[in-house]
């Protein structure tokens, strides 16, 4: 078999610990998923998860100890940060139920869910899907993986991010509106999960805009820091 034009590599996260790279197969994401950054968005009250996605070669793979250079993305002029922490999957699946939903999980990373915030906006003022505020190239800042078997299951931990130097986002895991087990169980009746899978947990509150040349300083409990440079 030949193909008309040589593939793209497949997207890949590497792992604490390892030489081996985590192969990415997709990228989800959960909206609103802590009460006071849903507030700032303007809701309020528990609602059922809701996901989107990135396509996997939107990572911008920051390996452990370096600065990322993220491009200042086109047609934008309010591009946010979101603080997250990223769960992947190493056991796929369908229907999983939330008491079984932790052997699926393979490991943890620090991600940046990049938003084009005026772009997300008018998307939702119109009824249009979100692809073009959310997915877009290198959209997606993420560090190298740590496998659950070093760090256990995260359950609760700071997550913060500071931009040069000064505190942006500040919350805790625990404050997860849908816990990462309640969150892998919604999305598994949707799709299928597969190995490879990273799914980003939501973002706290303190969202907000950067500029070219800021530096991006982003940290779960455990998991180190991600750092990015709007370029
Ligand atoms: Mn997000």
Redesign the pocket.
């Known amino acids: 078999m030949s193909f008309v034009f040589t593939p793209p590599a497949t997207a890949s996260v590497p792992v604490v610990g390892t030489k081996a790279r985590f192969p990415v197969h997709r990228i989800y ?3 609103r998923n802590y009460e006071d950054h849903a507030k700032e968005m303007g809701y309020t009250g528990r609602e059922p998860p809701f996901f989107f996605m990135k396509p996997a070669d939107a990572l911008l793979v920051v390996p452990d100890g370096q600065v990322g250079e993220m491009p200042y993305p086109s047609m934008t002029s309010d591009l946010h940060h ?1 603080m ?1 922490m990223v769960v992947a999957i190493g056991v796929g699946g369908r229907d999983i139920e939330v008491a079984d939903a932790s052997r699926h999980i393979w490991g943890y990373a620090l991600g940046l ?1 990049m ?1 084009r915030r005026d772009l997300q906006g008018e998307a939702k003022k119109l009824g249009r899907p979100w692809d073009l505020g959310k997915a877009f190239d290198a959209s997606a800042p993420v560090g190298p993986l740590h496998r659950v078997q070093d760090t256990g299951l995260i359950t609760q931990g700071t997550i913060s991010l500071t931009v040069n130097g000064e505190h942006r986002q500040k919350s805790d895991v625990s404050k997860l509106i849908w816990s990462v087990d309640e969150m892998i169980s919604h999305l598994s009746r949707y799709f299928a999960l597969q190995p490879g899978d990273l799914i ?1 947990s ?2 706290p509150e303190g969202v907000a805009a950067v500029k070219k040349g800021d530096l991006l300083v982003g940290a779960v409990a455990g998991l180190g820091e991600l750092k990015v440079r709007i370029a």
């Open positions: 994401c959960v909206g979101e997250e869910d938003t980003f939501g973002t």
